[in-house]
């Protein structure tokens, strides 16, 4: 039972930015991503560089590398969760307006964390 759960931002639309950034990646960097969140859920607030690090205000990144690409997925904690708020492809540092999207995710999600969480639509 993981320590930590994790959970994906849903925007207004219901939409989940992180998965819709998975989907274009290709599926051996979508593996090593899902071995971050794997291991964020392990771990929550003790995983640590190289595989995470505190950006400021709150966000944090998964952080996985493919072929000299760096891929970032970028989060924040909330009481016993840690909400994945969307991913990136970077060459430097973080662009700050990226760090900035996730703040207003955060924002967003404090407001009503169910209506913020990422659901699976139904095929039924």
């Excluded at 759960?5 to 992180?18: I, K, N, Q, S, Y």
Aim: net charge negative.
């Amino acid at each position: 039972m993981p320590v930590t759960t994790v959970v994906f931002f849903a925007d207004e639309e219901g939409a989940c930015p992180l998965l819709v950034w998975l989907d274009r990646l290709p599926s051996k960097v979508q593996d090593k991503c899902i071995v971050r969140i794997e291991r964020l859920a392990e771990l929550g607030h003790e995983l640590r560089r190289p595989e995470a690090d505190f950006l400021r205000d709150g966000i944090y990144e998964l952080r996985t590398s493919f072929q000299t690409v760096n891929y970032r997925m970028l989060y924040f904690f909330y009481q016993q969760m840690a909400v994945i708020s969307h991913g990136l492809t970077k060459e430097k540092q973080v662009p700050a307006r990226e760090i900035n999207v996730a703040i207003r995710h955060r924002k967003l999600f404090e407001t009503n964390p169910a209506k913020y969480t990422y659901e699976e639509p139904d095929h039924e």
